[in-house]
Protein backbone atom coordinates (compact mmCIF):
# COMPACT_ATOMS: atom_id res chain seq x y z
CA UNK A 1 0.00 0.00 0.00
CA UNK A 2 1.48 3.18 -0.72
CA UNK A 3 1.74 5.67 1.32
CA UNK A 4 0.10 9.14 1.77
CA UNK A 5 1.85 11.96 0.21
CA UNK A 6 3.25 14.19 2.37
CA UNK A 7 1.14 17.54 3.29
CA UNK A 8 2.74 20.87 2.61
CA UNK A 9 2.70 23.34 5.75
CA UNK A 10 1.14 26.01 3.55
CA UNK A 11 -1.97 23.93 3.42
CA UNK A 12 -1.84 23.38 6.94
CA UNK A 13 -2.09 26.98 6.89
CA UNK A 14 -5.21 27.15 4.65
CA UNK A 15 -6.66 24.59 6.80
CA UNK A 16 -6.70 25.99 9.72
CA UNK A 17 -8.15 29.54 7.63
CA UNK A 18 -11.02 27.21 6.09
CA UNK A 19 -10.46 23.62 5.02
CA UNK A 20 -12.78 24.04 2.61
CA UNK A 21 -9.77 26.48 0.81
CA UNK A 22 -7.25 23.39 1.93
CA UNK A 23 -8.97 20.64 0.03
CA UNK A 24 -9.88 22.43 -2.93
CA UNK A 25 -6.08 23.57 -3.36
CA UNK A 26 -4.15 20.15 -2.26
CA UNK A 27 -6.80 17.09 -3.17
CA UNK A 28 -8.63 18.90 -5.96
CA UNK A 29 -5.55 21.07 -7.17
CA UNK A 30 -7.54 24.38 -7.94
CA UNK A 31 -5.89 27.60 -7.84
CA UNK A 32 -6.45 31.00 -9.05
CA UNK A 33 -4.17 34.21 -8.64
CA UNK A 34 -5.38 37.39 -7.39
CA UNK A 35 -4.20 40.46 -6.17
CA UNK A 36 -3.12 38.86 -2.90
CA UNK A 37 -1.12 36.07 -4.56
CA UNK A 38 0.59 37.76 -6.92
CA UNK A 39 1.85 40.51 -4.25
CA UNK A 40 2.55 37.54 -2.10
CA UNK A 41 4.94 35.91 -4.88
CA UNK A 42 6.42 39.08 -5.94
CA UNK A 43 7.13 39.90 -2.08
CA UNK A 44 8.97 35.91 -1.89
CA UNK A 45 10.99 36.43 -5.03
CA UNK A 46 14.81 37.23 -2.91
CA UNK A 47 14.09 34.59 -0.12
CA UNK A 48 13.02 31.96 -3.15
CA UNK A 49 16.68 32.89 -4.43
CA UNK A 50 18.49 31.43 -1.61
CA UNK A 51 20.59 28.13 -2.06
CA UNK A 52 18.42 26.13 0.43
CA UNK A 53 21.20 24.76 2.04
CA UNK A 54 21.80 24.02 5.97
CA UNK A 55 24.90 22.49 7.60
CA UNK A 56 24.79 18.35 6.83
CA UNK A 57 24.77 18.33 10.27
CA UNK A 58 23.54 19.85 13.75
CA UNK A 59 26.92 21.20 15.26
CA UNK A 60 27.24 22.94 18.70
CA UNK A 61 30.13 24.40 17.26
CA UNK A 62 28.61 25.89 14.50
CA UNK A 63 28.78 29.76 13.64
CA UNK A 64 26.03 32.12 12.63
CA UNK A 65 23.28 30.04 10.54
CA UNK A 66 21.62 32.26 7.68
CA UNK A 67 20.09 29.87 4.88
CA UNK A 68 17.19 30.85 2.86
CA UNK A 69 14.08 28.93 0.69
CA UNK A 70 15.12 25.46 2.83
CA UNK A 71 13.42 22.68 1.79
CA UNK A 72 12.56 20.03 4.79
CA UNK A 73 10.56 16.73 4.93
CA UNK A 74 9.78 14.15 7.85
CA UNK A 75 8.36 11.05 7.41
CA UNK A 76 7.05 10.90 11.02
CA UNK A 77 4.97 14.23 10.81
CA UNK A 78 3.88 13.75 7.14
CA UNK A 79 4.62 17.25 6.04
CA UNK A 80 7.27 18.73 3.80
CA UNK A 81 7.91 22.59 3.48
CA UNK A 82 10.70 25.33 2.33
CA UNK A 83 11.20 27.67 4.64
CA UNK A 84 11.61 31.47 3.83
CA UNK A 85 14.90 31.57 6.25
CA UNK A 86 16.39 29.68 9.11
CA UNK A 87 18.34 31.87 11.02
CA UNK A 88 20.70 30.77 14.67
CA UNK A 89 23.62 29.91 16.10
CA UNK A 90 24.92 26.22 16.42
CA UNK A 91 21.97 23.71 16.85
CA UNK A 92 19.39 26.55 17.71
CA UNK A 93 17.80 27.84 15.05
CA UNK A 94 14.36 29.68 14.51
CA UNK A 95 12.25 29.78 10.93
CA UNK A 96 11.10 33.26 9.84
CA UNK A 97 8.03 33.13 7.50
CA UNK A 98 7.35 35.95 5.46
CA UNK A 99 4.29 37.30 4.81
CA UNK A 100 3.09 40.13 2.64
CA UNK A 101 0.71 42.74 4.86
CA UNK A 102 0.67 43.97 8.02
CA UNK A 103 1.31 42.97 11.32
CA UNK A 104 -2.49 42.40 12.95
CA UNK A 105 -2.58 44.11 15.80
CA UNK A 106 -4.11 40.70 17.92
CA UNK A 107 -3.00 39.95 21.21
CA UNK A 108 -1.61 36.38 19.52
CA UNK A 109 0.49 38.57 17.62
CA UNK A 110 -0.61 37.10 14.54
CA UNK A 111 -3.84 35.15 13.01
CA UNK A 112 -4.01 31.29 14.61
CA UNK A 113 -2.79 29.55 10.15
CA UNK A 114 0.25 31.85 10.69
CA UNK A 115 0.92 31.15 13.79
CA UNK A 116 0.23 26.66 12.98
CA UNK A 117 2.40 27.35 9.94
CA UNK A 118 5.60 28.70 11.58
CA UNK A 119 5.01 26.07 14.70
CA UNK A 120 5.04 23.21 11.83
CA UNK A 121 8.10 24.43 10.59
CA UNK A 122 9.84 24.62 14.03
CA UNK A 123 8.53 21.44 14.63
CA UNK A 124 10.22 20.02 10.92
CA UNK A 125 13.38 21.46 12.48
CA UNK A 126 13.07 19.91 15.57
CA UNK A 127 12.74 16.51 13.58
CA UNK A 128 16.28 17.30 12.05
CA UNK A 129 18.02 17.60 15.07
CA UNK A 130 18.03 21.08 15.87
CA UNK A 131 16.89 22.97 19.15
CA UNK A 132 13.44 25.20 17.97
CA UNK A 133 11.88 26.40 20.36
CA UNK A 134 10.24 29.67 18.98
CA UNK A 135 10.27 31.15 15.46
CA UNK A 136 9.28 34.50 13.20
CA UNK A 137 6.75 35.90 11.30
CA UNK A 138 8.12 38.90 9.42
CA UNK A 139 5.51 41.47 7.81
CA UNK A 140 7.17 43.00 4.80
CA UNK A 141 3.98 45.64 4.66
CA UNK A 142 4.99 47.00 8.00
CA UNK A 143 8.40 45.58 8.50
CA UNK A 144 8.03 44.48 11.83
CA UNK A 145 8.84 40.32 13.15
CA UNK A 146 6.49 39.15 15.22
CA UNK A 147 7.95 36.06 17.64
CA UNK A 148 5.88 33.39 17.93
CA UNK A 149 6.84 30.36 21.02
CA UNK A 150 6.18 27.23 20.18
CA UNK A 151 4.48 26.39 23.26
CA UNK A 152 2.52 22.83 24.07
CA UNK A 153 -0.49 24.69 23.59
CA UNK A 154 0.64 25.29 19.85
CA UNK A 155 2.00 22.01 19.05
CA UNK A 156 -1.16 20.40 19.76
CA UNK A 157 -2.89 22.70 17.76
CA UNK A 158 -0.57 22.44 14.99
CA UNK A 159 -0.46 18.82 15.19
CA UNK A 160 -4.07 18.64 15.20
CA UNK A 161 -4.38 20.57 11.81
CA UNK A 162 -2.15 18.49 10.38
CA UNK A 163 -4.02 15.12 11.49
CA UNK A 164 -7.13 17.08 10.62
CA UNK A 165 -6.23 18.01 6.90
CA UNK A 166 -4.96 14.50 6.52
CA UNK A 167 -8.52 12.99 7.85
CA UNK A 168 -10.25 15.33 5.36
CA UNK A 169 -8.18 14.54 2.23
CA UNK A 170 -9.94 11.23 2.89
CA UNK A 171 -13.16 12.04 2.13
CA UNK A 172 -14.81 11.92 -1.57
CA UNK A 173 -16.42 15.71 -1.33
CA UNK A 174 -15.19 18.77 0.23
CA UNK A 175 -16.52 20.47 3.52
CA UNK A 176 -19.28 22.96 3.29
CA UNK A 177 -18.29 26.56 2.03
CA UNK A 178 -18.60 29.21 5.00
CA UNK A 179 -21.03 31.02 5.10
CA UNK A 180 -21.23 34.63 5.13
CA UNK A 181 -17.66 34.85 5.95
CA UNK A 182 -15.83 37.75 5.65
CA UNK A 183 -13.11 35.60 4.84
CA UNK A 184 -14.81 34.68 1.43
CA UNK A 185 -14.51 37.86 -0.25
CA UNK A 186 -10.37 38.44 -0.46
CA UNK A 187 -10.24 34.83 -0.84
CA UNK A 188 -8.71 33.82 -4.74
CA UNK A 189 -10.92 30.70 -5.27
CA UNK A 190 -14.28 32.35 -4.69
CA UNK A 191 -15.09 31.95 -8.22
CA UNK A 192 -14.46 27.87 -7.78
CA UNK A 193 -15.58 27.51 -4.21
CA UNK A 194 -19.16 29.47 -4.67
CA UNK A 195 -19.94 30.22 -1.18
CA UNK A 196 -22.62 32.41 -1.84
CA UNK A 197 -23.86 30.72 -4.71
CA UNK A 198 -24.18 26.92 -2.85
CA UNK A 199 -25.53 28.95 0.21
CA UNK A 200 -28.76 30.52 -1.76
CA UNK A 201 -28.90 27.12 -3.93
CA UNK A 202 -29.39 25.14 0.00
CA UNK A 203 -31.61 28.25 1.33
CA UNK A 204 -28.62 28.76 3.83
CA UNK A 205 -28.74 32.69 2.78
CA UNK A 206 -31.08 35.37 0.85
CA UNK A 207 -28.83 36.76 -1.34
CA UNK A 208 -25.36 36.44 -3.05
CA UNK A 209 -22.46 39.27 -2.84
CA UNK A 210 -21.41 39.87 -6.49
CA UNK A 211 -18.84 38.36 -8.18
CA UNK A 212 -15.83 40.91 -9.07
CA UNK A 213 -13.90 39.18 -11.93
CA UNK A 214 -10.41 39.58 -12.66
CA UNK A 215 -10.16 42.19 -15.74
CA UNK A 216 -10.52 40.45 -18.92
CA UNK A 217 -7.06 41.25 -20.73
CA UNK A 218 -5.79 37.75 -21.95
CA UNK A 219 -7.88 37.47 -25.43
CA UNK A 220 -8.07 34.37 -28.14
CA UNK A 221 -5.56 34.77 -30.98
CA UNK A 222 -6.75 33.28 -34.05
CA UNK A 223 -4.55 32.51 -37.32
CA UNK A 224 -6.69 31.84 -40.64
CA UNK A 225 -3.96 31.85 -43.57
CA UNK A 226 -3.09 28.49 -43.96
CA UNK A 227 0.39 29.99 -45.11
CA UNK A 228 1.27 30.82 -41.11
CA UNK A 229 2.96 29.67 -38.67
CA UNK A 230 3.42 30.10 -35.39
CA UNK A 231 6.86 30.51 -33.12
CA UNK A 232 8.04 31.33 -29.56
CA UNK A 233 10.17 33.98 -29.05
CA UNK A 234 10.57 35.18 -25.35
CA UNK A 235 7.75 36.63 -24.03
CA UNK A 236 5.78 36.72 -27.24
CA UNK A 237 3.94 34.39 -30.13
CA UNK A 238 5.08 35.70 -33.25
CA UNK A 239 3.00 34.64 -36.45
CA UNK A 240 4.69 34.29 -39.69
CA UNK A 241 3.42 34.43 -43.22
CA UNK A 242 6.24 32.36 -45.97
CA UNK A 243 9.11 33.05 -43.37
CA UNK A 244 8.08 37.05 -43.08
CA UNK A 245 6.37 38.45 -39.65
CA UNK A 246 3.09 39.91 -39.97
CA UNK A 247 1.58 39.54 -36.45
CA UNK A 248 2.63 39.13 -32.41
CA UNK A 249 1.11 38.36 -29.59
CA UNK A 250 1.90 38.49 -25.84
CA UNK A 251 2.20 35.66 -24.08
CA UNK A 252 0.61 36.96 -21.04
CA UNK A 253 -1.99 38.51 -23.01
CA UNK A 254 -3.11 35.22 -24.61
CA UNK A 255 -6.20 33.54 -23.23
CA UNK A 256 -6.08 30.74 -26.10
CA UNK A 257 -4.59 29.99 -29.78
CA UNK A 258 -6.67 29.36 -32.04
CA UNK A 259 -5.71 27.50 -35.59
CA UNK A 260 -6.91 27.45 -38.51
CA UNK A 261 -6.56 24.58 -41.31
CA UNK A 262 -2.94 24.29 -42.10
CA UNK A 263 -1.49 26.50 -39.64
CA UNK A 264 1.66 25.39 -37.84
CA UNK A 265 3.07 25.79 -34.42
CA UNK A 266 6.52 25.60 -32.88
CA UNK A 267 6.93 22.84 -30.48
CA UNK A 268 8.75 25.53 -28.50
CA UNK A 269 5.84 27.81 -28.19
CA UNK A 270 3.66 24.70 -27.95
CA UNK A 271 5.42 23.50 -24.96
CA UNK A 272 5.33 26.98 -23.59
CA UNK A 273 1.24 27.32 -24.11
CA UNK A 274 0.85 23.86 -22.55
CA UNK A 275 3.11 25.43 -19.38
CA UNK A 276 0.88 28.45 -19.03
CA UNK A 277 -2.38 26.37 -19.57
CA UNK A 278 -3.04 28.44 -22.72
CA UNK A 279 -5.15 25.99 -25.06
CA UNK A 280 -4.26 25.31 -28.35
CA UNK A 281 -7.33 24.87 -30.50
CA UNK A 282 -7.47 23.16 -34.10
CA UNK A 283 -10.07 24.50 -36.60
CA UNK A 284 -10.50 23.06 -39.95
CA UNK A 285 -10.02 25.60 -42.53
CA UNK A 286 -14.28 25.24 -42.99
CA UNK A 287 -14.43 26.03 -39.82
CA UNK A 288 -15.08 22.87 -37.94
CA UNK A 289 -14.05 21.95 -34.00
CA UNK A 290 -10.95 19.19 -34.72
CA UNK A 291 -9.83 19.21 -30.68
CA UNK A 292 -7.42 21.27 -28.77
CA UNK A 293 -3.73 20.68 -27.02
CA UNK A 294 -3.24 21.41 -23.13
CA UNK A 295 -0.73 20.81 -20.66
CA UNK A 296 -1.40 17.58 -17.92
CA UNK A 297 -4.89 18.78 -17.49
CA UNK A 298 -7.00 18.85 -14.31
CA UNK A 299 -6.07 15.87 -11.51
CA UNK A 300 -9.16 16.29 -9.92
CA UNK A 301 -10.36 12.63 -10.44
CA UNK A 302 -13.20 13.04 -7.67
CA UNK A 303 -15.33 15.77 -10.43
CA UNK A 304 -14.88 13.09 -13.44
CA UNK A 305 -15.76 10.19 -10.92
CA UNK A 306 -19.10 11.49 -10.45
CA UNK A 307 -19.37 13.23 -13.66
CA UNK A 308 -19.30 9.49 -14.65
CA UNK A 309 -21.26 7.57 -12.11
CA UNK A 310 -24.34 10.05 -12.97
CA UNK A 311 -23.68 9.48 -16.38
CA UNK A 312 -24.86 5.72 -15.62
CA UNK A 313 -27.95 6.69 -14.02
CA UNK A 314 -31.09 7.22 -16.58
CA UNK A 315 -32.88 8.83 -13.99
CA UNK A 316 -30.30 11.11 -13.29
CA UNK A 317 -29.58 11.79 -17.16
CA UNK A 318 -33.51 12.70 -17.77
CA UNK A 319 -33.16 15.16 -15.11
CA UNK A 320 -30.66 17.04 -16.32
CA UNK A 321 -31.33 16.92 -20.05
CA UNK A 322 -35.31 17.82 -19.22
CA UNK A 323 -33.74 21.00 -17.41
CA UNK A 324 -31.35 21.80 -20.19
CA UNK A 325 -33.59 21.80 -23.36
CA UNK A 326 -36.37 23.43 -21.50
CA UNK A 327 -33.87 26.05 -20.83
CA UNK A 328 -33.00 26.01 -24.37
CA UNK A 329 -36.30 26.53 -26.01
CA UNK A 330 -36.98 29.19 -23.56
CA UNK A 331 -34.42 31.35 -24.71
CA UNK A 332 -35.30 30.93 -28.30
CA UNK A 333 -38.88 32.30 -27.37
CA UNK A 334 -37.26 35.10 -25.54
CA UNK A 335 -34.63 36.07 -28.28
CA UNK A 336 -37.37 35.78 -31.14
CA UNK A 337 -39.58 37.87 -28.87
CA UNK A 338 -36.49 40.32 -28.65
CA UNK A 339 -35.46 40.29 -32.26
CA UNK A 340 -39.18 39.90 -34.10
CA UNK A 341 -38.61 42.31 -37.49
CA UNK A 342 -40.83 40.82 -39.69
CA UNK A 343 -43.80 43.26 -39.05
CA UNK A 344 -43.60 47.22 -38.49
CA UNK A 345 -42.48 47.91 -34.45
CA UNK A 346 -45.80 48.68 -33.12
CA UNK A 347 -47.67 45.27 -33.82
CA UNK A 348 -47.41 42.51 -31.27
CA UNK A 349 -45.16 39.30 -31.77
CA UNK A 350 -47.21 36.29 -33.24
CA UNK A 351 -48.94 34.97 -29.62
CA UNK A 352 -49.35 31.38 -31.93
CA UNK A 353 -45.54 30.75 -31.53
CA UNK A 354 -44.34 32.16 -28.49
CA UNK A 355 -47.53 29.85 -26.90
CA UNK A 356 -45.86 26.80 -29.43
CA UNK A 357 -42.90 27.22 -27.47
CA UNK A 358 -43.75 27.76 -24.04
CA UNK A 359 -45.87 24.91 -24.56
CA UNK A 360 -42.61 22.80 -25.72
CA UNK A 361 -40.79 24.20 -22.61
CA UNK A 362 -43.25 22.68 -20.24
CA UNK A 363 -44.05 19.41 -22.34
CA UNK A 364 -39.75 18.95 -22.49
CA UNK A 365 -39.38 19.80 -18.45
CA UNK A 366 -42.04 16.80 -17.97
CA UNK A 367 -40.75 14.19 -20.28
CA UNK A 368 -40.47 10.48 -19.02
CA UNK A 369 -38.01 9.83 -21.52
CA UNK A 370 -34.92 10.82 -23.38
CA UNK A 371 -36.38 9.61 -26.63
CA UNK A 372 -39.28 11.78 -25.70
CA UNK A 373 -37.30 14.78 -25.22
CA UNK A 374 -35.58 13.77 -28.16
CA UNK A 375 -39.53 14.18 -30.29
CA UNK A 376 -40.14 17.36 -27.98
CA UNK A 377 -36.30 19.12 -28.90
CA UNK A 378 -37.09 18.67 -32.85
CA UNK A 379 -40.67 19.88 -32.86
CA UNK A 380 -39.48 23.00 -30.57
CA UNK A 381 -36.41 23.70 -33.56
CA UNK A 382 -39.06 23.34 -36.10
CA UNK A 383 -41.43 26.02 -34.86
CA UNK A 384 -38.16 28.68 -34.18
CA UNK A 385 -36.00 27.77 -37.23
CA UNK A 386 -39.20 28.10 -39.33
CA UNK A 387 -39.68 31.67 -38.11
CA UNK A 388 -35.43 32.69 -37.32
CA UNK A 389 -35.57 34.43 -40.88
CA UNK A 390 -38.44 36.94 -38.72
CA UNK A 391 -35.48 38.41 -36.75
CA UNK A 392 -33.79 39.30 -39.67
CA UNK A 393 -34.08 43.12 -40.98
CA UNK A 394 -35.97 43.20 -44.55
CA UNK A 395 -33.38 45.11 -46.41
CA UNK A 396 -31.01 42.71 -45.37
CA UNK A 397 -32.81 40.22 -46.91
CA UNK A 398 -33.73 41.90 -50.13
CA UNK A 399 -30.06 42.19 -50.95
CA UNK A 400 -28.69 40.58 -53.99
CA UNK A 401 -28.15 37.25 -53.16
CA UNK A 402 -29.01 38.05 -49.70
CA UNK A 403 -30.01 36.36 -46.61
CA UNK A 404 -32.69 33.87 -47.68
CA UNK A 405 -33.52 30.98 -44.89
CA UNK A 406 -35.72 27.93 -45.80
CA UNK A 407 -34.91 26.03 -42.51
CA UNK A 408 -31.72 24.48 -41.12
CA UNK A 409 -29.39 22.50 -43.06
CA UNK A 410 -25.71 21.31 -42.46
CA UNK A 411 -22.83 18.96 -43.88
CA UNK A 412 -22.34 21.04 -45.88
CA UNK A 413 -24.55 24.37 -45.33
CA UNK A 414 -26.43 25.52 -48.51
CA UNK A 415 -26.98 28.93 -47.55
CA UNK A 416 -25.10 32.15 -45.65
CA UNK A 417 -27.11 32.14 -43.02
CA UNK A 418 -27.12 27.95 -42.35
CA UNK A 419 -23.18 28.56 -42.90
CA UNK A 420 -22.80 31.46 -40.08
CA UNK A 421 -25.47 28.92 -37.71
CA UNK A 422 -22.74 26.04 -38.19
CA UNK A 423 -19.56 28.46 -37.94
CA UNK A 424 -21.20 29.82 -34.76
CA UNK A 425 -22.63 26.65 -33.04
CA UNK A 426 -18.42 25.32 -33.81
CA UNK A 427 -17.13 28.02 -31.62
CA UNK A 428 -19.64 27.78 -29.30
CA UNK A 429 -18.47 23.80 -28.99
CA UNK A 430 -15.00 24.74 -28.78
CA UNK A 431 -15.36 26.78 -26.34
CA UNK A 432 -17.38 24.97 -23.54
CA UNK A 433 -14.98 21.77 -24.27
CA UNK A 434 -12.04 24.32 -23.14
CA UNK A 435 -13.84 25.19 -20.27
CA UNK A 436 -15.45 22.39 -19.20
CA UNK A 437 -11.60 20.67 -19.01
CA UNK A 438 -10.29 23.82 -17.32
CA UNK A 439 -12.72 22.73 -14.28
CA UNK A 440 -11.98 19.49 -14.57
CA UNK A 441 -14.79 17.79 -16.42
CA UNK A 442 -14.75 15.45 -19.22
CA UNK A 443 -16.21 17.02 -22.61
CA UNK A 444 -16.84 14.00 -23.33
CA UNK A 445 -19.14 12.21 -21.36
CA UNK A 446 -22.34 13.45 -21.36
CA UNK A 447 -25.96 13.32 -20.44
CA UNK A 448 -28.23 13.78 -23.10
CA UNK A 449 -26.06 13.95 -26.25
CA UNK A 450 -25.17 9.90 -27.05
CA UNK A 451 -21.53 9.45 -27.16
CA UNK A 452 -19.94 8.92 -30.01
CA UNK A 453 -16.23 8.75 -31.62
CA UNK A 454 -14.89 12.69 -31.28
CA UNK A 455 -18.08 13.93 -29.72
CA UNK A 456 -17.69 16.22 -27.25
CA UNK A 457 -20.92 14.95 -25.51
CA UNK A 458 -21.03 17.47 -22.46
CA UNK A 459 -19.73 20.39 -24.40
CA UNK A 460 -22.91 19.56 -26.38
CA UNK A 461 -25.53 19.44 -23.80
CA UNK A 462 -24.20 22.48 -22.06
CA UNK A 463 -24.20 24.43 -24.57
CA UNK A 464 -27.89 24.09 -25.65
CA UNK A 465 -29.21 26.89 -23.36
CA UNK A 466 -26.49 29.02 -24.90
CA UNK A 467 -27.65 28.14 -28.84
CA UNK A 468 -29.70 30.76 -29.04
CA UNK A 469 -28.25 33.40 -26.55
CA UNK A 470 -25.01 33.82 -28.27
CA UNK A 471 -24.32 31.77 -31.75
CA UNK A 472 -27.77 32.89 -33.24
CA UNK A 473 -27.78 36.07 -31.72
CA UNK A 474 -24.25 37.07 -32.81
CA UNK A 475 -25.56 35.94 -36.15
CA UNK A 476 -28.43 38.42 -36.02
CA UNK A 477 -26.23 40.76 -34.76
CA UNK A 478 -23.50 40.51 -37.67
CA UNK A 479 -26.00 40.32 -40.30
CA UNK A 480 -28.14 43.17 -39.18
CA UNK A 481 -25.41 45.48 -38.71
CA UNK A 482 -23.86 44.82 -42.10
CA UNK A 483 -20.64 43.47 -40.50
CA UNK A 484 -21.09 39.86 -42.25
CA UNK A 485 -22.38 40.58 -46.30
CA UNK A 486 -23.78 38.37 -48.77
CA UNK A 487 -20.28 38.93 -50.88
CA UNK A 488 -18.43 37.09 -47.73
CA UNK A 489 -19.77 33.83 -48.95
CA UNK A 490 -18.75 31.08 -51.46
CA UNK A 491 -22.16 29.59 -52.47
CA UNK A 492 -21.62 26.30 -55.21
CA UNK A 493 -23.41 23.40 -55.81
CA UNK A 494 -21.10 21.59 -53.01
CA UNK A 495 -22.32 23.93 -50.23
CA UNK A 496 -21.82 27.47 -49.38
CA UNK A 497 -18.78 28.74 -47.64
CA UNK A 498 -17.69 31.76 -45.26
CA UNK A 499 -14.49 33.83 -46.87
CA UNK A 500 -11.50 34.52 -44.59
CA UNK A 501 -12.79 38.33 -44.51
CA UNK A 502 -15.70 37.73 -43.54
CA UNK A 503 -14.93 34.78 -41.09
CA UNK A 504 -12.57 37.34 -39.18
CA UNK A 505 -15.41 39.94 -38.96
CA UNK A 506 -17.63 37.34 -37.45
CA UNK A 507 -14.94 35.85 -35.09
CA UNK A 508 -14.75 39.45 -33.16
CA UNK A 509 -18.48 39.57 -33.41
CA UNK A 510 -18.68 36.25 -31.55
CA UNK A 511 -15.68 37.61 -28.87
CA UNK A 512 -17.83 40.64 -28.41
CA UNK A 513 -20.90 38.87 -27.00
CA UNK A 514 -19.14 36.56 -25.08
CA UNK A 515 -17.40 39.51 -23.47
CA UNK A 516 -21.07 40.81 -22.90
CA UNK A 517 -21.92 41.17 -19.55
CA UNK A 518 -25.63 40.08 -18.81
CA UNK A 519 -27.20 39.84 -15.34
CA UNK A 520 -27.95 36.85 -13.63
CA UNK A 521 -30.99 35.35 -13.62
CA UNK A 522 -30.83 33.87 -10.27
CA UNK A 523 -27.68 35.34 -8.44
CA UNK A 524 -28.49 38.98 -9.52
CA UNK A 525 -24.86 40.00 -10.24
CA UNK A 526 -23.66 41.16 -13.83
CA UNK A 527 -21.08 38.42 -15.47
CA UNK A 528 -19.66 38.02 -18.94
CA UNK A 529 -20.79 35.40 -21.12
CA UNK A 530 -17.46 33.47 -21.09
CA UNK A 531 -17.41 34.06 -17.62
CA UNK A 532 -20.71 32.60 -16.92
CA UNK A 533 -19.93 29.80 -18.79
CA UNK A 534 -17.47 28.63 -16.22
CA UNK A 535 -19.75 29.10 -13.69
CA UNK A 536 -22.27 27.25 -14.83
CA UNK A 537 -19.58 24.59 -15.48
CA UNK A 538 -18.72 24.48 -11.60
CA UNK A 539 -22.04 24.67 -10.64
CA UNK A 540 -22.96 21.07 -12.74
CA UNK A 541 -20.26 20.01 -10.33
CA UNK A 542 -21.61 20.82 -7.50
CA UNK A 543 -24.87 19.11 -8.35
CA UNK A 544 -22.84 15.73 -9.70
CA UNK A 545 -21.29 16.07 -5.94
CA UNK A 546 -24.36 16.45 -4.44
CA UNK A 547 -23.72 20.34 -2.59
CA UNK A 548 -26.59 21.68 -4.07
CA UNK A 549 -30.14 19.56 -5.04
CA UNK A 550 -30.50 20.84 -8.25
CA UNK A 551 -28.58 21.81 -11.55
CA UNK A 552 -29.50 25.79 -12.06
CA UNK A 553 -29.90 26.37 -15.77
CA UNK A 554 -29.53 29.41 -17.09
CA UNK A 555 -32.62 31.28 -18.66
CA UNK A 556 -32.70 35.03 -19.71
CA UNK A 557 -35.24 36.97 -19.23
Given at each position: ??????????????????????Y?????G????????????I??????????????????????????????????????????????????????????????????????????????Q?????????????????????????????????????????????????????????????????????????????????????D??????Q????????????AS???????????????????????????????????????????????????????????????????T?????????????????????????????????????????????E???????????L???R?????????????????????????????????????????????????????????????????????????????L?????????????????????????????????????????A??????????F????????????G????????????????T??????????????????????R???????????????
Amino acid sequence: MDSPPHIPVRMVNEFVYCPRLAYMMWVQGEFAHNADTVEGAIRHKRVDQGDGKLPAAPDQEMENIHARSVALSSEALGITAKIDLVEGKGIAVQPVDYKKGKRPHVPAGAYAPERVQVCAQGLLLREHGYQCDSGFLYFVGSRERVKVVFDDTLVAETMAAIQGLRTLSQEDTPPPPLVDSPKCSRCSLIGICLPDEIGLLTQQRMDVRPIYPQVERALPLYVQSPASYVRKAGEQLIIEENRERVAEARLMDTSQVVLFGHCGISTPALHECCRREIPVTFMSYGGWFIGHCVGTGHHNVQTRTAQYRTSFDDSACLHLARRLVAAKIQNCRTLLRRNWKEYDKSAKTPEELLTGLRKDALRAARTDSLQALLGVEGNAARRYFEQFIAMISPDKRALAGGFDFKGRNRRPPKDPINALLSFAYAMLIREWTITLSAVGLDPYRGFYHQMRFARPALALDMMEPFRPLVADSTLITAINNGEVKPEDFIVTTAGCNLKSSGRKRFIAAFERRLAQEVTHPIFSYRISYRRLFEVQARLLIRYLTQEIPRYPTFITR
